[in-house]
Structure formats: structure tokens, C-alpha cells
């Protein structure tokens, strides 16, 4: 019995130990496995990335053609332009093997009462697989006014490179993202490899006018075009800094007023009626005045009233981040801010409101002097609205406080408050799987994880990608601080564009890595 019982437990420790052996072995084989996935994904991307550094001259001159064309979709003279720059774009799509289909968005009126036909919309798709998850890719190939007179250095139209920076309008805003990311799929076309993510585009050419019929095709498309995608990156924007990359997770909303001020039918001389009369323009003048105190505090009973509470967790996120306030002036041109501290400076740009006075139209603004009394001037204004904010609750608030100013002047003459444009806030999950992936893009392109950032300026097709199509969307800037977007002295690094050529080849290779599930649960509501 006792014999029985101890061959027993020696041929049970004898299994037991072959089993932990198989164990063991197992764990080996899984660890080597993995080892050599890690190695061969670094070689995947070493191999990308010296492509990518090999061709980057050819880079430079597309986007030194896609320059030269003046896509300004502002100026009327310009549209045949901008729709030319729709069609270079999908032919270059076209040449990556993808399918484009031009939308037709029909035509809008001028002020004039002149019709003018907008450019077509690209809807472009590169991969079906059902095994991949599917990124649309959203841009615009237009662009600001600029003209060499304003104030360049060179001509906007011809892209110029100065120690190491390319210079030429749409160069950063946003031709050049939008070919860093064509740039990424055709280096996988050129060796051969095979694309791990489906892709999908949508480009416009009326983002700097207002992305006219924009909206409408995103909610026409949303069961069809959008029905199979997964994630939606945006890189319209800029870092925070010069020198380390960012993600945006959030961005202002826009209210922009317009204030007309009349008092007659024609302009009238000062020397036949000033003093007798109560003038436009000093009305105007004071109703600007009372918006906004010397702190840069808006003056409008209620506006931030809804203005979500500072978390402790959102504080942190501001400490951490590297902010150069020296830098940030010389990137604006200015000596001193209204704020002194970093958090300060950054919450003010970010999770407050803000209003800005822009101009007046309807007085006289040529060099010289033209003694005249306007007849009607209009004031333009803007208050940039944070996550919580209601448009239409301050489009009420502004209007009510300017009537109640206005009525203690006993003015004769008429006000009429308009609001001509108007863009929602957004606000993401900065833990969604799509911001995870990006995260380690950014890690392994530059070398250092990235700040995570807002955007004080408004980007409404963000917003108006998460309402409408309920898919995860992500800003990935790709430009610095001191890109000057919009500016007379617009530029990308060759560093940035090709950096960022090789950071959206690695996204692609990670959002592949993403579980099934994850990609399946991204589609995250953001805060309005």
C-alpha cells in the first residue's frame, strides 16, 4: 500500500515537473515570438523611414508644385484655381490606386448676387480588407489670401526653402500635411508592402471659406462613405512649441458677430454737420469699447456662467507641459502677455472664453485724411466659446447686452446685431485607442512622447466629424508653433514635413496593432 501510494506521487511529480518544462517552454517560444515581431516591426519602419529619407527632395518638389498654384478660395477671380488644386490632389490619389470620386457641391452667391460654382469635394478609398481597421484621413488644398505686396519676404506661390524651412503659402496650412500623408502610402506603394490599415480621404477646397457644403455630404455619406470607418485624423494645426510634437485632444468654438451702426442714407462732411449730429461711428466706437475690460475679461453678464469647473486631473496636465513663455512672444511678436505663469497663459488660451475685436467696415481706411462722417459702419467681433458653451444662449446674451448699452446713449440712431458664422467647441477622450496608437507614432518617430495639448483657435470639422458620424477623431498636428499659418511669413520645416511624412507611415502600423475590440468600442461621444 504504502509502496502503491509513493510510485504515485512520484510518477504525479514526475508529470507535473514535464508539464511546468512544457510551461516553461512555451513562455520561451511566445517571448522569442514576440521579440522577433518587435524586430521585424522595427525593421518594417527602419526600412519606411530610410525610404522616406531618401526621397525626401521628391517630397519637397510636389509640394513645391501644389504651392504654385494659388487655391485661394476667398477671392471669387481664384476659384478655377482652387478647383484645379481639387484635381491635381485626386489625380494624385488616383496614381496611389485609389478610388476618388469628385462630389459635386453646386454653387453659392457672392454679396454681389453673383453665382459662383464651389470646388468638388474628394471622397477618395484605398482598401476594402474586412481585416483591417479603416482611417479617413480629412484636409484642405486651399488657402489664405497673400499676395507679395502684403509684407513677404518672398513669393508666397513659389515655396522657398531658408535655412531649412519652406516657405510659401499652404505650405503648413495645409498642403503639407495633406501630402506628408500621401507621402506615407506612396512609400509603402514604392516598396511593395503591403498597407496594414484600410484608407479612406475626404478633401475640400472651401475649408478657408467656411467649408461650404462640407457639412451636408458628411451627413449624406454618413451610412455609406463613413458606414466601415474606424478612426478620422485631422492635422490642421500647429504644436505648442518649436521643438517637441503634440496631440490635440480639444479646440474653441466661434461665435462671430457682425454690429451695424446707421444713421442716414449717404456719408455726410464733418465741417457741414460734425457737432450737430450723433455720429455712427462714435457709437460704434463705444459699443466695442464696453465688451472687454484691460484684463481681457469679457464684460457680458452670463458668458461664463457655463464654463466647466478646473478638475484636478485637467491641472495636472497643464504642470506637465513644456511651454516656453519667451518663445511663444517671439512666435507672436509681442513683449508682454496678460498672464505671467505658464497655466495661466495656457488655460486662458484653451479652456476659457475669449473676445476679439476685428475690424470696421464702412469707414475710411486708405493713407491720408477723408473728413467724413460714415453713414453706417459695421464693428466685427468674435468670442471663442470653450466645451459647455451654448451657442445660441450666447448669441443671446451678446445681443441683449449690446441693445441694453446701446439704448443709455439715446442714440437716434439704428443697431442691428447679426451673427454671420458661428462653430462648435470639441473636446476628445485623450485614452482612446486611436490616441494610444498616436502616442506611440510620435514616441517612435521623435524620440520623445508628446505634449497633450488644445487648440485655442476653432477647427468646427472636428466637431462636426464626431456629431454626425460618432467615430473616433484625433488631431495630429504635424506643423510648429512658429509655422505662422495664415501669416506673411507661412512656412514648414523640411524637418516637420518629413518627420511627419515618416509619423503618419507609423500610425498606420499601429493602429493595425490595436485589438479587434478596441477598434470596435473607439467610437467615443465627445462634450459639446
Not at 49 to 62: A, G, K, P, S
Not at 411 to 417: I, Q, T, Y
Request: glycine fraction near 8%.
Amino acid at each position: 500500500m504504502y509502496l502503491t501510494n509513493a510510485c504515485g506521487c512520484f510518477l504525479f511529480n514526475i508529470a507535473n515537473f514535464v508539464l511546468n518544462l512544457q510551461i516553461l517552454a512555451l513562455s520561451v517560444i511566445m517571448l522569442l515570438f514576440e521579440a522577433g515581431v518587435s524586430s521585424s516591426s522595427s525593421g518594417l519602419e527602419n526600412q519606411i523611414f530610410q525610404y522616406i529619407d531618401l526621397h525626401q527632395n521628391e517630397f519637397i518638389q510636389t509640394l513645391k508644385e501644389w504651392v504654385a498654384v494659388e487655391s485661394d478660395s476667398i477671392q471669387p477671380g481664384l476659384r478655377q484655381e482652387v478647383i484645379r488644386m481639387v484635381e491635381l490632389t485626386a489625380d494624385r490619389l488616383r496614381a496611389l490606386g485609389a478610388t476618388v470620386e469628385l462630389v459635386k457641391l453646386g454653387s453659392h452667391k457672392l454679396s454681389d448676387g453673383q453665382s459662383l460654382l464651389l470646388p468638388p469635394l474628394i471622397l477618395a478609398e484605398l482598401g476594402k480588407d474586412p481585416q483591417k481597421p479603416t482611417v479617413c484621413f480629412y484636409g484642405h488644398v486651399d488657402v489664405q489670401p497673400a499676395k507679395k505686396e502684403d509684407g513677404w519676404k518672398t513669393d508666397p506661390y513659389t515655396l522657398t526653402e531658408i535655412d531649412g524651412n519652406l516657405y510659401g503659402r499652404g505650405a503648413t496650412d495645409n498642403k503639407g500635411p495633406v501630402l506628408a500623408w500621401i507621402n506615407a502610402v506612396e512609400s509603402f506603394r514604392a516598396l511593395k508592402l503591403d498597407i496594414p490599415v484600410n484608407l479612406k480621404f475626404i478633401i475640400e477646397g472651401m475649408e478657408e471659406a467656411g467649408s461650404l457644403g462640407l457639412e451636408e455630404i458628411i451627413k449624406k455619406e454618413n451610412q455609406r462613405f463613413f458606414s466601415d470607418v474606424d478612426f478620422i485624423v485631422i492635422s490642421d494645426n500647429l504644436w505648442l512649441s518649436n521643438r517637441k510634437p503634440a496631440l490635440t485632444y480639444g479646440t474653441r468654438g466661434n461665435i462671430c458677430f457682425s454690429v451695424e451702426v446707421r444713421c442716414g442714407e449717404r456719408d455726410l462732411h464733418s465741417g457741414t454737420f460734425g457737432g450737430i449730429i450723433h455720429e455712427p461711428m462714435t457709437d460704434l466706437i463705444a459699443l466695442l469699447d464696453s465688451l472687454v475690460d484691460t484684463s481681457g475679461r469679457i464684460l457680458i453678464p452670463g458668458v461664463y456662467d457655463d464654463v466647466a469647473s478646473l478638475l484636478e486631473e485637467e491641472k495636472k496636465l497643464y504642470e506637465a507641459i513644456e511651454f516656453d513663455i519667451e518663445e511663444h512672444k517671439n512666435n507672436s511678436g509681442v513683449k508682454k502677455f496678460l498672464y505671467d505663469t505658464k497655466e495661466e497663459i495656457l488655460m486662458h488660451l484653451w479652456r476659457y472664453p475669449s473676445l476679439s475685436i476685428h475690424g470696421i467696415e464702412g469707414a475710411f481706411h486708405e493713407p491720408g485724411i477723408k473728413t467724413v462722417i460714415p453713414a453706417r459702419v459695421i464693428g466685427k467681433f468674435s468670442i471663442r466659446q470653450v466645451p459647455h458653451m451654448d451657442i445660441s444662449i450666447g448669441e443671446h446674451q451678446v445681443i441683449k447686452y449690446l441693445e441694453d448699452v446701446f439704448s443709455k446713449r439715446n442714440s437716434p440712431n439704428k443697431l442691428k446685431v447679426s451673427v454671420p458664422i458661428s462653430a462648435m467647441p470639441w473636446l476628445a477622450n485623450i485614452n482612446d485607442p486611436l490616441y494610444t496608437a498616436a502616442r506611440k507614432a510620435i514616441k517612435t518617430v521623435f524620440g520623445q512622447d508628446p505634449e497633450m495639448i488644445r487648440d485655442g483657435s476653432t477647427i468646427p470639422i472636428a466637431q462636426t466629424f464626431q456629431n454626425i458620424t460618432r467615430k473616433s477623431v484625433m488631431m495630429l498636428p504635424v506643423g510648429a508653433a512658429d509655422d505662422g499659418e495664415h501669416s506673411q511669413k507661412e512656412k514648414i520645416s523640411r524637418h516637420n514635413y518629413i518627420q511627419g511624412t515618416k509619423l503618419f507611415a507609423t500610425l498606420f502600423l499601429e493602429i493595425a496593432k490595436l485589438p479587434g475590440k478596441l477598434q470596435e468600442t473607439s467610437n467615443t461621444t465627445t462634450t459639446n
